[in-house]
């Protein structure tokens, strides 16, 4: 049962130790009830999933095709994984980053404990295959041989990534800059020889090394390689390399109409292919690419960015002697970009009786594939944050969704790709990844070079995970406030994680009247009170209605981290009071779109939406979004780091705007609390009740869980398994 919950030791690297050390994480009653995640609550416990679902066995049967062992083949029609129950042509599976809370994804922190455990509960919930975007240090091979020779019918098959090893095409604009081709041709090279367990490479600073023995070639369904190609860098390539020759190689060529940089990727393919056929394999191989490069165009998109440049698939082809094909490898969400919303092919689209534009545009890519290669979509899903950075089709934006929500509809979507007749699906991703950044919030972080020791529940990007990083303690809970007999404040304690500040406070009695908590974080800022308080310090304000359930935190208006995001910010974007704004994220920016000419006007998200329930999992009415409770006398309240102004809370930064596009932190000692409980009556007075304290921090430590949901998601993983070749189409 353990599994389910996990405390992890970053000392240790393993289920955290009994030890003086974590005597004081667990005390205080309060702290428990908000950050253990008991075992009996969770759905997918509920429904007592301790095997892998049944079905038809998966084991791989390989063949012989041109000389060259296989599993897989893509034809012009379809993929084929070949399996002892016959050729399977939809693979379902999940992506897998390669760090862990508290470290970037170069220091190489993944543990041969973590990939045990994590293929052990990918197998539970169904998944098929794990993509990784570039290669891993040897305990993961080895943790993945381990699974499938220990479930020979249900493995987990591999389809391996190959990242770019820097950015020097984006810094020189030149895909064929010797520097950017030599060093992706070597890392092509060691990717080959890591799969078939041959690679041996001495420690470098961000990749990982060592010596890999264990062979997965019997389990790698394919490859993808490169990155999410950067319009400008890829128009650029394009510019200045009009005379790049044709690429006639021995497994891949360019067709005739090939541009500059679909060359050099033909190039790269028949490398990789090179470099497998060496060991005696071949399998399907795909270069990464996404909506912003596709080779469909976009009437009504407003931002030309995103349909600057094309990179087309279908002029980069395997010649005869490569079995294995290719493949169309796209990452593609339901929220990016704008065309999903405005192309009216796409609004149009019906489904299972319903329009989806995002199905809409998956039927028009594979449309512009059909014939020559099949279509994976191999990055998809939604984030399960209170901050959102787009506003997607069908309520499917990223972000501002509870867990259930986000993993019901990454089940919906694999499904409608099975539907549509595509090659496979992968979900987006298996951990959260606090590293991560967003466009909407990545100028309020400072400094970015700590991002990864504290998670923000405003940036989307870092929310994405089946399995949630619950942060663990920082310290014990401090009491910071404590007058028995004052009025109408009795008692306040504060613990903080890498998340939230946690706060527990106590009422003479049951609050029935809106109460007003005032945050200090930055003592320079004074002006207006609070809305419904007296106090004239607080630089961020949480007023609560116990009576109706509902909050809004509000932010002075020289702290508005919004204004550094657009240089004019639309007045009353939400109800304001003076001097004070809802606390928001920009969304999207003003635009016109360029066929209808209709004005799309700048769109925000309420950030400062303070949901009320239970944020214990072990309850049923858990709700992951929730932000506070009363409970008798008591509000409990957890408040995310950037709600109340914190750049990195991990070194005591606070945010300081300085006008449109330019920012500033400051160290700051602690954040002052006041309440304002009763407004409108004798209580209304504001209590001055301590500072919230915390020491810096430079490591942490997080509770793993599963997110509540997930029996959908393993549903979904059960359905387009188990059923026939695509069992329903879009119209």
Not at 93 to 113: K, N
Not at 190 to 198: F, L, Q, R, S
């Amino acid at each position: 049962m353990s599994w389910w919950v996990l405390t992890v030791d970053p000392d240790q690297r393993g289920p955290a130790r009994r030890s003086h050390r974590s005597r004081w994480l667990w005390c205080g009653a309060v702290a428990v009830l908000v950050t253990c995640a008991a075992i009996a609550g969770f759905e997918f416990w509920r429904a007592s999933i301790s095997r892998v679902p049944p079905g038809p066995s998966w084991a791989p049967s390989s063949r012989e095709a041109g000389g060259l062992r296989t599993i897989s083949t893509a034809s012009h029609t379809e993929f084929s994984l070949y399996t002892a129950h016959g050729a399977v042509h939809f693979l379902p599976g999940m992506d897998l980053g390669a760090t862990t809370p508290g470290h970037l994804p170069g220091e190489l922190a993944i543990t041969s404990g973590d990939y045990a455990r994590w293929l052990h509960e990918m197998g539970l919930l169904g998944v098929r295959a794990i993509r990784i975007y570039t290669i891993h240090p040897p305990a993961f091979y080895t943790a993945l041989a381990n699974y499938d020779h220990a479930h020979p019918t249900a493995p987990i098959y591999l389809v391996q990534g190959v990242y770019l090893p820097n950015s020097v095409y984006l810094q020189t604009g030149n895909m064929y800059n010797q520097v950017a081709t030599r060093t992706f041709r070597q890392e092509l090279r060691d990717a080959a020889a890591a799969v078939h367990g041959t690679l041996v490479r001495g420690p470098t600073s961000g990749r990982a090394s060592g010596h890999w023995t264990a062979d997965v070639s019997p389990w790698t369904a394919g490859w993808i390689i490169g990155v999410e190609w950067d319009p400008q860098a890829t128009l650029s390539t394009n510019r200045h390399n009009p005379r790049a020759p044709a690429v006639r190689g021995t497994y891949f060529y360019s067709t005739p109409n090939a541009s500059p940089a679909e060359r050099w990727l033909a190039a790269r393919m028949n490398d990789m292919a090179t470099a497998i056929a060496s060991t005696g394999w071949t399998a399907p191989i795909a270069f990464a690419n996404w909506p912003t490069t596709d080779p469909l165009r976009h009437s009504n998109e407003p931002n030309p960015q995103e349909d600057l440049v094309g990179v087309d698939a279908d002029h980069v082809l395997p010649t005869s002697r490569w079995p294995g094909g290719t493949f169309a490898s796209f990452h593609a969400y339901p929220y990016y970009p704008d065309f999903l919303r405005y192309q009216k092919s796409y609004q149009q689209f019906m489904i299972d009786g319903h329009a989806d534009p995002y199905a809409g545009y998956l039927h028009a890519l594979k449309v512009h594939f059909r014939g020559v290669m099949p279509l994976m979509i191999t990055e998809f899903g939604v984030p399960s944050s209170l901050g959102s950075a787009h506003t997607g089709t069908l309520d499917r934006s990223q972000g501002n969704h509870s867990e259930a929500q986000a993993m019901r509809m990454d089940a919906a979507m694999l499904i409608e790709m099975r539907q549509l007749g595509l090659a496979g699906g992968f979900i987006f991703e298996w951990t959260n990844e606090w590293y991560k950044q967003t466009w909407n919030t990545q100028l309020h972080q400072r400094p970015l070079s700590r991002l990864q020791l504290w998670s923000d529940e405003f940036t989307n990007e870092q929310y994405f995970g089946v399995v949630a990083t619950d942060p663990l303690p920082n310290g014990p809970p401090a009491t910071i406030y404590n007058r028995p007999q004052a009025a109408p404040v009795r008692h306040v304690t504060a613990w903080t994680d890498a998340s939230y500040i946690h706060l527990a406070i106590r009422f003479a009695r049951k609050p029935r009247g809106p109460i007003t908590l005032g945050l200090d974080a930055i003592p320079t800022i004074t002006g207006q009170p609070p809305p419904g308080s007296a106090d004239h310090r607080a630089d961020f304000a949480l007023i609560f209605d116990p009576q109706r359930r509902t909050g809004q935190a509000w932010v002075r208006d020289q702290l508005d981290p919004d204004q550094l995001d657009y240089k004019r910010i639309p007045v009353n974007r939400l109800p304001h009071a003076p001097g004070w704004e809802a606390l928001e994220l920009i969304t999207d920016r003003p635009e016109v779109l360029p066929l209808t000419h209709q004005y799309e006007a700048m769109e925000f998200q309420d950030a400062g939406l303070l949901r009320y329930g239970s944020w214990n999992p072990a309850r049923a009415n858990y709700q992951s979004q929730a932000l506070w409770e009363v409970t008798g006398p008591v509000l409990a309240v957890r408040i995310p780091w950037a709600m109340a102004g914190l750049s990195d809370p991990s070194s005591h930064q606070a945010l300081l705007p300085q006008g449109h596009y330019h920012v500033t932190s400051v160290t700051i000692a602690g954040i002052g609390l006041t309440v304002a409980a009763g407004a409108g009556s004798a209580d209304a007075a504001a209590q001055s009740t301590g500072t919230v304290q915390w020491r810096n921090w430079h490591t942490v430590r997080y509770r793993e869980r599963i997110k509540p949901g997930v029996s959908a998601l393993r549903r979904a993983f059960t359905t387009v398994t188990r059923r026939p070749a695509a069992y329903g189409r879009g119209t």
